[in-house]
């Protein structure tokens, strides 16, 4: 059987090589080879947050593998009784990777529905579950094993919420990269954290910024235990970081003891000319011991948004204290989507998998092009960019003054909420993504949904607005 492909029953088969792996993942030495080290899981203790620290593991959930035990009687779970649900059976059709022009029809079996239509275990439905470990082995080298898991998640946002809830108390000092994925500046204003902004460029993350913020730490202060970074296409820069800065920033997450929040919905939709550059998750395996990143996985830009399906990997304890978060909070994520997701995945194979995001990246490659020929032709000499290389977001600084030489760099949001808006276009402040909220010349556009015409159309509206702003 091809590796990566469906086998009996319809379950995935866990690849034996690594074909997704990116090129540039500097090859092992024999010695290093399947011999991964990994942090004890002491070490985690002093990275818990006191409110993960204060949960217990549900008295319920945690006796449910004890009814797999043969001949056992259980008088356990609140379980409603299957019996009595309506919905009988679970048939849907997919379009098939290898020819898009062909729909495949997948059945979810008899078995698989009940199970899905019942509570289910916490961390996810064990046939997702599998799937994804074979997929983090096929995309990131990262074997089943001692020393990490996966957990599933209603959507990436869901599990990152978990984490920083399981990690960070009130008032700690947080490291993000600046600009940040707006999605996470409230869940550390809302527990009162000092947000270091650590800065960035077109080659990512700055690990110079980051060395000059951790080598200046006072030492009266705790350092920050976290840094939250979006390694591939960027929301909302659209950059990816290069394998240098990775690596200097992994180096820095041993020398300072912090985990490597990688937030990474965008991975797949990587359309650059490079290899694409290896995950931290993937890199740490070349660390002298693996453990300081916690992967966040997202399915919605490859599969379906609404769908609400996501995957945290990381070390055990850190995973364990989300899954309690998840027991106290909304128990499991859908079983019906859970189904349905693995249901089309196991049937795809990875390879299929694979060809599937390739098409996708291309998709938005060819999005890309349009927008920044539509930048081009009418913003000339009126904003700056660099070309993201993934993801769906491009990040520009409208020049809203033909001095070039002024200090002032004004202030995107006055333009595009006032002047952009009555000209009929509407794009995001860059404000919005700075964690303290100063003004900025920036704009986030998003190029994922416009056809050609209303693209150029669009930017040509918005240099109006900014000649208009310049004139004044
Ligand atoms: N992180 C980033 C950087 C995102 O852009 C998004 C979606 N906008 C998310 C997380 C949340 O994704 P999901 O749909 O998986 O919850």
Redesign the pocket.
């Known amino acids: 059987m091809a590796n990566g492909s469906a086998g009996q029953n319809g379950v995935t088969q866990v690849p034996s090589h690594s074909d997704g792996i990116p090129a540039a993942l500097p090859a092992k030495t024999s010695a290093q080879k399947n011999v991964v080290k990994y942090l004890p899981s002491e070490y985690y203790q002093s990275f818990l947050s006191l409110v993960a620290k204060e949960r217990k593991p549900s008295p319920i959930r945690s006796l449910f593998p004890l009814e797999a035990t043969p001949g056992l009687i259980s008088l356990l779970a609140g379980k409603p009784n299957a019996t009595t649900f309506p919905l009988t059976s679970l048939q849907f059709t997919a379009r098939s990777p290898t020819d898009p022009s062909q729909d495949i029809s997948i059945k979810v079996t008899d078995e698989q529905l009940a199970e899905a239509l019942q509570y289910g275990a916490t961390s996810g439905n064990p046939s997702l579950v599998n799937w994804v470990y074979g997929l983090q082995e096929f995309s990131h080298g990262r074997k089943k094993g001692e020393g990490w898991r996966i957990s599933i998640g209603s ?4 599990l ?1 919420y978990k984490a920083v809830n399981a990690m960070v108390n009130p008032g700690d000092s947080v490291l993000v990269e600046s600009p940040v ?1 707006a ?1 996470v500046i409230p869940m550390f204003q809302t527990l009162h954290c000092d947000q270091i902004e650590v800065a960035t460029d077109s080659n990512g993350i700055s690990s110079a910024s980051l060395r000059e913020i951790l080598e200046s730490w006072p030492s009266s202060k705790p350092k920050p235990k976290v840094l939250y970074t ?1 390694p591939y296409g960027c ?1 909302p820069t659209g950059m990816t970081a290069t394998l240098e800065r990775r690596k200097e920033v992994l180096a820095l997450s041993r020398e300072h003891d912090f985990i490597i929040l990688e ?1 990474d ?1 965008y991975y797949y939709l990587y359309y650059g000319d490079a290899a694409r550059p290896p995950s931290y998750f993937a890199l740490e395996l070349e660390e002298p011991e693996a453990g300081r990143v916690l992967r ?1 996985d ?1 399915l ?1 830009k490859i599969l379906s ?1 609404g769908i ?1 399906i ?1 995957f945290v990997s990381g070390p055990d304890v850190l995973v364990q204290a989300m899954d309690s978060h998840t027991a106290t909070a909304n128990l499991q994520v859908s079983g019906l989507t859970q189904i349905l997701t693995s249901s089309l995945l196991n049937q795809w194979g990875y390879e299929a998998f694979k060809i599937h995001t390739e098409s996708v990246s291309s998709f938005y490659r060819k999005k890309r092009d349009v927008f920044e020929g539509a930048l081009k032709r009418h913003l000339d000499g009126l904003a700056e960019w660099s070309t993201p290389e993934a993801g769906m977001f491009v990040w520009f600084k409208l020049l809203l003054s033909s001095n070039a030489s002024s200090s002032d760099e004004g202030d995107s949001e006055a333009i595009i909420k006032t002047k952009a808006f009555e000209k009929g276009v509407l794009a995001l402040p860059g404000t919005v993504f700075l964690p303290n909220g100063r003004k900025t010349a920036y704009v986030r556009a998003s190029f994922s949904l416009l056809e050609e015409g209303d693209v150029d159309e669009a930017v040509r509206r918005l240099r109006e607005a900014i000649l208009e702003a310049r004139s004044e």
């Open positions: 959507g990436s946002q869901d990152i994925y999605g979006v929301n937030d919905p966040f997202s919605s948004a609400r996501g």
